[in-house]
């Protein structure tokens, strides 16, 4: 089956006072229809970046922006900005930030805001409309109906990440962009937001693409994982391998630095540090940090096919040539 998202080589580059950094370089992976994929990653690897390369949110200090990200079976790099904003943004591809005080308006309504979507896509003509659908949109993440009249300071942090949510969700997108969903928000308020989003996929169908660094909020939610590294996805495929056997040395770091309830061991820390995105390694980008490393990781590893998806390491190549 044709996936719902498929991102192929992507770049995002960015011009700064110090150099260009490469942001997001290179990057492939698939979203399925109804499934969740989870970006996991150390901070600053480009996760956030990646997200806003397929929404097309991007700042003024673009340096070069290039792929192709194809949305039901739609090459969306090649529609103009008025093109994406009509057909795309919020009806077939919508958002929800990280920090959602920050996202809200602080002077409108929680009603105003739930319902913009509504009106730029045309779709009520009357504020009585638009209200039943407000009213629907809020049921439905579990905010109560009279939170409509208030103004984002008077709600909690849980609350409203909830409105956020409703709001991408108002017009049944099949892809949402989840970007660190539960940060700055307590463990009970965490779980809550979690089985909300589960319930949701379940009952609308929807596809998320989960940007996160917690490894435990991808394990909830998580069909796919992309392990993300300096800017490129260095290992893709279902979540299952991942939290039982990655492939990726990076991966199996990442997964051993976190602590298991299920396992008599503990987290191990990863040495080391990523490399700067304004002069990455020539080579494979995780060897200086990397255990198994060997002669061939100065040069750019191939991207291997594996079951279910690839991986990027030299390691996976050479057993690929023997079994050839």
């Keep these: 089956m044709e996936p719902l998202l498929r991102v192929e080589d992507l770049r995002l580059y960015f011009r ?56 039901d079976g739609q090459d969306l790099m090649g529609l103009s900005e008025e093109q994406f904003r009509q ?109 909300l989003l589960k319930t949701l996929r379940w009952e609308l169908g929807t596809s998320f693409l989960l940007i996160t660094h917690d490894v435990a909020t991808a394990s909830e939610l998580a069909d796919d994982v992309a392990v993300m590294y300096a800017g490129q996805v260095v290992e893709f495929g279902p979540a299952e391998r991942f939290f039982r056997q990655p492939l990726h040395p990076y991966a199996r770091a990442l997964r051993a630095s976190v602590v298991s309830l299920r396992e008599e061991r503990p987290p191990t820390p990863l040495p080391g540090r990523p490399p700067s995105l304004l002069s990455p390694p020539e080579g494979c980008r995780f060897a200086d940090r990397c255990p198994e490393r060997f002669d061939p990781c100065g040069q750019p590893p191939p991207q291997v096919s594996v079951e279910g998806g690839c991986v990027m390491c030299w390691l996976y190549a050479q057993e690929a040539s023997r079994a050839r």
Excluded at 162 to 182: G, H, N, Q, S, W
């Design 87 to 195: 057909r795309v943004r919020w009806a077939r591809l919508s958002f929800v930030p990280q920090a959602a005080m920050n996202s809200l308006n602080p002077v409108l309504r929680i009603r105003d805001q739930v319902a913009e979507p509504l009106w730029l896509a045309g779709l009520v003509r009357r504020p009585e409309e638009a209200q039943e659908q407000v009213e629907a949109a809020l049921r439905r993440v579990g905010v109560p109906v009279d939170f409509a009249d208030r103004y984002p300071f008077e709600l909690s942090g849980g609350m409203r990440q909830r409105v956020a949510i409703a709001m991408a969700l108002i017009l049944r997108p099949p892809l949402v962009v989840l970007d660190e969903p539960t940060s700055a928000l307590d463990v009970l308020t965490q779980a809550n937001l979690l089985n």
């Design 16 to 71: 700064t006072a110090s150099g260009l950094v490469r942001a997001v370089d290179g990057v492939h992976l698939e979203v399925g229809r109804g499934r969740t994929v989870a970006v996991l990653g150390e901070s600053g690897c480009g996760k956030t970046s990646l997200a806003r390369a397929v929404l097309r949110l991007l700042p003024r200090n673009v340096a070069h922006y290039s792929g192709r990200v194809v949305l």
